[in-house]
């Protein structure tokens, strides 16, 4: 079975073609950084006006490059939730009218929930297990028991962490987005140098995450810490605030892991591309952690179709809504 995978949930305009839900045919994406660059984030009217721009193309250049007819297609899968609504709109259109010209069913999405099927495109890994999601709009530590069923353990109370380093990267001065720009200063950096807060919180709130304090402490501590005369460089900035972030989410996991008897766990989302995470915990020796490909973790709509063939609500009447938040799975 072959799904066209379609994600226009923030500023990547996406399409795919996979088969059997992991065969990855043809992966495309449109990328708007240049773009949003300037304003230090996504500006969520200019993110529609390009997806539109972008998908038709798109769309042509997948099937072509996955030498797939339209009308070979079985179904066609797209992101409904959650997401910049103008830029989700435009992805729902496309995979609509593509449905009415081919008579093909949709599939609606579930981002989180293909994020965290993104693993699976390359593992196979026994249900129940436990699911990290880190991006620049979430941080949640699920369980997943199935393809498309997942229950959310907990959230960031403020900040997700990729926000986080993007906003620690626009008021150091460092540029847009923040995450691959400290990923590769904090490379030559000592983490020990200085030392941020680490919320670990506790009670209702032990699975849950807040990254505000840390935020916070790197935005106002680090003019201190060079009046003082310590070792302040950016180098060593970003290496001891990605060691606190990511130490956070680890030990959230583990405690998480540990709880639930659970050992199994993957990590997913754009924050995954990190180096220093994907070194933690595919390196720990207190659970087994599965990590995409790198080229899996931002947004992509391989993982889109890859999910699609496993969802089995295929709505023929193309009557689907688009969502700016995660429905509650609580």
Known sequence: MKILGIDTSCDDTSVAVVENGNRVLSSLLSSQVDVHRIFSGVVPEIAARKHLEAIIALVDEALRES?????????????????????????????????????????????????????????????????????????????????????????????????????????????????????????????????????????????????????????????????????????????????????VLYDKTLRYSRDSGISNVTVSGGVACNSYLRKKFSESRDFKAYIPERKYTTDNAAMVGGLGFHVKEKNDDRNISCFSRVISRR
């Open 67 to 247: 030498q797939t007819a339209l009308s070979d297609i079985d179904a066609i899968a797209v992101t409904n939730r959650p997401g910049l609504v103008g830029s989700l709109l435009v992805g729902v259109g496309a995979a609509k009218g593509l449905s009415v010209a081919a008579d093909k069913p949709v599939i609606a999405v579930d981002h989180i929930a293909a994020h965290i099927y993104s693993v699976h495109l390359t593992n196979e890994i026994p249900f129940p297990y436990i699911g990290l999601i880190v991006s620049g709009g979430h941080t949640l530590i699920v369980r997943v028991n199935a393809h498309n069923d997942y229950t959310v353990i907990g959230t960031t109370l403020d900040d997700a962490v990729g926000e986080a380093y993007d906003k620690i990267a626009k008021h150091l001065g460092l540029g847009y987005p923040g995450g691959p720009i400290i990923d590769k200063l904090a490379a030559s950096g000592d983490a020990n140098a200085i030392k941020y807060p680490r919320a670990m919180l506790s009670g209702d709130d032990r699975y849950n995450f807040s990254f505000s304090g840390l935020k916070t402490a790197v935005v106002y501590q680090t003019p201190q810490c060079i009046r003082k005369g310590e070792n302040a460089s950016m180098e060593n900035i970003a290496a001891a605030f990605q060691e606190s972030a990511v130490s």
